[in-house]
Structures are given as C-alpha cells and as structure tokens.
C-alpha cells in the first residue's frame, strides 16, 4: 500500500503561481510513473501532468508551458504559473507502480481555486 498526501492547494489570484507537493509513504517499490490529476465541477477527471520513473514527462495541452512536474524520492511536486480560472479544480496526486501486477494509488485530493 501507498499513501499519498498532497498539500499546497489554496485559492490564488489568476495569473499568479501554486506549487502542489505529494509525500508519498509505504510500501514503494519498482515505480512506474507519478502524475497530477484534476477534475473540475462537472468534468471528469483529467490528466495534468505525469513523470516516470526514469523522468520522461507529459502534460497536458491546457498546461504545457505553463506546468512543471518534478520528482525528489518519494515526493513529487506540480509548479502551476500564470493560473487561469479553468484551473480551478481539485488537484489528485497519481501514483502507479508494480512489475507483473500493477498498482495504482490516488491521494485524497487538494482544492485549487483560481480568481480574477
């Protein structure tokens, strides 16, 4: 079992920053990859950004220039710049790892609203 915590959610004037962090604990073994997902009201859940193991990342295209993802051991964290209001959502840390059996954890989630 992983346990993810993910903290730095909060409400921020639009155009400013947020750096979101996720602590993983556990038991942590062969990581596949870590990502943060968001999923606004009425919307369904969405991939914003993803980093493996060997540190290839993805984001999505509402963020990309505009999102950092990065890793440091069992941390991983998401730097939003210049936020809009369609980031306002709540924010989950990702967590997939595994060999032949594959296991996938989520955190419990952190609120980011965007206001102008």
């Known amino acids: 079992q992983v346990h993810l915590v993910e903290y730095g959610g909060g409400l921020v004037r639009a155009g400013g920053s947020l750096r979101l962090s996720c602590a993983a604990s556990g038991v942590i073994f062969n990581t596949i990859h870590m990502a943060w997902y968001r999923q606004a009201p009425g919307k369904q859940r969405e991939l914003v950004a993803q980093?493996?193991?060997?540190?290839d990342t993805v984001y999505a295209d509402s963020v990309k220039s505009r999102a950092t993802i990065t890793r440091n051991g069992a941390n991983v964290f998401l730097q939003m710049n210049n936020l809009k209001s369609e980031d306002t959502a709540v924010y989950y840390c990702?967590?997939?790892?595994?060999?032949?059996?594959?296991?996938?954890?989520w955190g419990q989630g952190t609120q980011v609203t965007v206001f102008s």
């Open positions: 990702n967590w997939k790892q595994g060999t032949t059996s594959v296991y996938e954890y």
């Open positions: 980093i493996t193991s060997g540190g």
